[in-house]
């Protein structure tokens, strides 16, 4: 299991919780969120405007400064998501929704449909901005940036995120 990356004192509000699936091998062996080469999500959120340079998996310390932090859906690292079974996902929602109530962020940002659906019962959601929301908090669905993902571009994948930013009112 990675650590949630959430803000601590002197950080500014949580504006967007952005949440994978699961950590993959690479990350659980690193430590640090959306780590395996060829994962597009650092890259994305640069492209989109939330952060002012391209941070390495390494970096990811530095997000809740830009009040962003990041969370799995489901603990168990796997090689591919796909691994996880149902039981897992649905845990990992509601697990969730009792962060999301803790630290309050302006947006959950779930990275990953197919996950989404599962872990909050949806299974006709599409990508982006939700109906639902928790609490106060939005609800997005953004495409899966995993490499493993071929029908998301660099560009399409930017584009999404660039939505998501420009709806949580935050420039990197």
């Known amino acids: 299991m990675l650590p949630d990356v959430l803000p601590g004192p ?39 405007g939330f952060t002012p340079r391209l941070f390495a998996p390494s970096e990811q310390g530095l997000m809740p400064s830009l009040g962003l932090g990041i969370t799995n859906v489901a603990p168990r690292a796997t090689a591919r998501a796909d691994e996880l079974d149902d039981a897992e996902l649905v845990a990992g929602g509601e697990r969730l929704r009792a962060l999301v109530a803790d630290v309050a962020p302006r947006w959950l940002a779930v990275v990953g449909i197919g996950a989404y659906r599962v872990a909050f019962g949806d299974r006709r959601a599409a990508a982006g901005r939700q109906e639902r ?21 660099p560009a399409t994948l930017a584009a999404a995120f660039r939505e998501l930013r420009e709806a949580a009112g935050q420039a990197g």
């Open 10 to 48: 002197g950080d500014p509000p949580l504006r967007v919780l952005f949440c994978g699936i699961n950590p993959g091998l690479v990350s659980a062996f690193t430590g640090h969120h959306f780590a395996r080469p060829g994962n597009r999500f650092w890259p994305a959120l640069h492209a989109s």
């Open 133 to 153: 929301t928790l609490g106060p908090t939005g609800v997005w669905v953004l495409p899966n940036p995993s490499g493993l993902n071929a029908h998301q571009t």
